[in-house]
């Protein structure tokens, strides 16, 4: 589905069947939400839809008929932001994929704060690293060394976590 131009509304840009090319489908209509109406998940569809997670994210809604504890465990597990059992109702479906679209930001958000604090963390063993690097082979104290680390990466307008990355492969070099 893609967002239209109306208040509140959809407009269905395709629909395709199950056993399509949902990714080459995706690219080509622009799809902000994915609305399946299947009778339960099955493991080639769930496999797929983990795929297609994983190179365009998107909001996945599944009307299904079956909401059997594992079925629901399953379709959670590759992507699907909201599983909804017992068919698509037209006057549910709105509230829905409204609430998935929702659902599906907060989860893109608290990615993106992970995977930021994953890069921080990461920079920080280094930085720590290389310091030490320094402080054993100019014989500095760390304040001394964080600033030489500091001066580097300014000098050469990069990130201070690379910065320290230069440090370690110089001295792997050279040990």
């Given at each position: 589905?893609?967002?239209a131009?109306?208040?509140?509304?959809?407009?269905?840009?395709?629909?395709?069947?199950?056993?399509?090319?949902?990714?080459?489908?995706?690219?080509?209509?622009?799809?902000?939400?994915?609305?399946?109406?299947?009778?339960?998940?099955?493991?080639?569809?769930?496999?797929?839809?983990?795929?297609?997670?994983?190179?365009?994210?998107?909001?996945?809604?599944?009307?299904?008929?079956?909401?059997?504890r594992?079925?629901?465990s399953?379709?959670?597990?590759?992507?699907?932001?909201?599983?909804?059992?017992?068919?698509?109702?037209?006057?549910?479906?709105l509230?829905?994929?409204?609430a998935?679209?929702?659902?599906?930001?907060?989860?893109?958000?608290?990615?993106?704060?992970?995977?930021?604090?994953?890069?921080?963390?990461?920079?920080?063993?280094?930085?720590d690293?290389?310091k030490?690097i320094l402080?054993?082979?100019?014989?500095?104290?760390?304040d001394?060394?964080?600033?030489?680390?500091?001066?580097?990466?300014?000098?050469?307008?990069?990130?201070?976590g690379?910065?320290?990355?230069?440090?370690?492969?110089?001295?792997?070099l050279?040990?």
């Amino acid at each position: 589905m893609k967002a239209a131009a109306e208040a509140g509304g959809y407009e269905a840009v395709a629909c395709v069947a199950l056993d399509a090319d949902l990714q080459r489908t995706l690219l080509a209509v622009q799809a902000d939400v994915i609305v399946l109406d299947v009778e339960g998940p099955d493991e080639a569809l769930l496999v797929r839809l983990h795929e297609l997670g994983q190179r365009h994210p998107r909001p996945i809604v599944m009307f299904a008929q079956r909401g059997d504890r594992q079925s629901i465990s399953d379709a959670a597990s590759a992507g699907v932001i909201s599983y909804v059992v017992d068919g698509l109702s037209p006057q549910r479906f709105l509230p829905i994929v409204e609430a998935a679209l929702a659902r599906f930001e907060v989860f893109q958000s608290l990615r993106r704060e992970l995977q930021e604090t994953r890069s921080k963390l990461e920079d920080r063993k280094h930085i720590d690293r290389a310091k030490g690097i320094l402080m054993r082979q100019k014989n500095v104290s760390e304040d001394v060394a964080y600033q030489a680390l500091r001066k580097l990466a300014m000098d050469r307008n990069i990130r201070m976590g690379e910065a320290a990355c230069n440090v370690i492969a110089m001295a792997e070099l050279f040990d």
